[in-house]
């Protein structure tokens, strides 16, 4: 079963007057291992003690990662191609992005390393 799935069940057993305790035993009853955590089925119902009957997900503000764009790696690449001494503070301030997104992208999509103050591709050997 799937998280929505044990939450409907959970506010089944609010709405029945079960207490938490009551709710977890029978839950374990029926769905052994697979059944939620206490921790999880006191949450929900103190969700559903303040008035809340909806069971899905609640919306996330988070914002969507817009840093790592091909844009912003070729003007990273541009930038290290031209002087291999540029610190990773300098190149986030001239992009305009985190120190670490630039270096997520030095590392992963342009396979440099850091070695002592620099910035230098990885050397892929084939044996």
């Keep these: 079963m799937d998280q929505k799935q044990f939450r409907v069940l959970i506010l089944h057993c609010f709405l029945m007057g079960k207490n938490t305790v009551q709710a977890k035993k029978w839950l374990e009853k029926c769905y052994g291992n697979s059944a939620p955590s206490d921790r999880t089925i006191k949450r929900w119902y103190s ?9 899905d997900d609640a919306e996330r503000s988070e914002r969507p990662n817009e840093a790592v764009t091909p844009e912003n790696i070729e003007k990273i690449h541009k930038i290290v191609l031209n002087d291999r001494k540029m610190k990773l503070r300098e190149l986030a301030d001239i992009v305009k992005i985190s120190k670490e997104r630039v270096g997520f992208i030095l590392h992963e999509h342009l396979s440099m390393r850091k070695l002592c103050s620099k910035w230098v591709p990885r050397l892929l050997t084939v044996d």
């Design 47 to 55: 969700e559903f003690k303040r008035g809340r009957r909806d069971t």
